[in-house]
């Protein structure tokens, strides 16, 4: 049983700066992929970024790449989205989520993460 708990959302102009920040229960923080995932009104929840467990391996979707940053500190059971240059298409309710399984390679598929964050609205004014 873990909690996860994201932070740091809110209302930004195009072009700005956000950092999201997610922190999990339990002692085995360390263990999980990490994954942030986001949706917007009338769309899918998609992938956004994930740090594998270990913190080695790191995946971005392609629209994000060069303007968002995930890291993870494992001692502060935390992981981190980074989020500059924002644009419009940006604006969603973005989600963390935790993989258990230890795996080689990170998913990036919603239905094998096995805990969820409640979510936390970005909005970005264009």
């Known amino acids: 049983q873990v909690q996860l708990a994201e932070s740091g959302g809110g209302l930004v102009q195009a072009g700005g700066f956000l950092r999201l920040s997610c922190v999990a229960s339990g002692h085995t923080f360390g263990d999980y992929t990490m994954g942030w995932f986001r949706q917007a009104p009338g769309k899918a929840r998609e992938f956004v970024a994930g740090?594998?467990?270990?913190?080695?391996?790191?995946r971005y979707e392609d629209s994000v790449k060069g303007r968002f940053t995930v890291s993870r500190e494992d001692a502060k059971n935390t992981v981190y989205l980074q989020m500059n240059s924002l644009k419009f298409e940006d604006t969603a309710v973005y989600y963390c989520a935790a993989d258990k399984r230890r795996t080689v390679l990170l998913s990036t598929e919603e239905i094998d993460y096995d805990y969820w964050g409640q979510g936390t609205q970005v909005t970005v004014a264009s």
């Open positions: 740090v594998l467990w270990g913190g080695g391996r790191i």
